[in-house]
């Protein structure tokens, strides 16, 4: 992505934990060099130089441009699934809404990251940390889900 389109996405407040950065940028080809060699976390493995491919990350990250949307998220709610402040999460409006998907929800006005769980015949919004409640979701609230986390983002400190 040229420092030209990263200027021009825009980032709305949804919330206090999240803000939606904008839709997929169009007209964006990125693509970087793909090594064949994984990385491994343990001991260092001999250093191998062959490129597998370029690897698209549109492509990569993105299964239906036009109802996908990226959005920040703020706050610790999430940290147990990999998903902490400041992360930037790829949304799909059009993916398939599942038991145990981490999803954006709308409840009552809010925008919420939480993973849809079923027990019971019951759903619930379900933070990956302790310190927060579980939100039961009944018919009588507002509540919506807005789309599916496909992928989460996050730059290195």
Request: aromatic content about 6%; some cysteine.
């Amino acid at each position: 992505m040229s420092h030209e389109n990263a200027d021009t996405l825009r980032q709305v407040p949804l919330s206090n934990d999240l803000a939606l950065i904008s839709g997929v940028a169009k007209g964006l080809d990125v693509e970087l060099p793909l090594y064949l060699s994984p990385v491994t976390a343990g001991f260092p493995s001999p250093a191998d130089d062959f490129l597998e491919k370029r690897l698209d990350l549109n492509d990569y990250l993105v299964k239906n441009p036009a109802a996908t949307y990226l959005v920040r998220a703020t706050g610790d709610s999430m940290q147990g699934v990999g998903i902490h402040d400041g992360d930037v999460l790829v949304v799909d409006k059009s993916a398939e809404v599942t038991d145990g998907k981490v999803v954006i929800a709308i409840v009552y006005g809010e925008f919420t990251v939480k993973t849809l769980k079923r027990r019971n015949g019951h759903a619930f919004l379900v933070p990956a940390n302790a310190e927060y409640p579980e939100i039961e979701l009944t018919p009588e609230m507002d509540c919506e889900v807005w789309g599916v986390v496909t992928s989460v983002i996050r730059k290195m400190p």
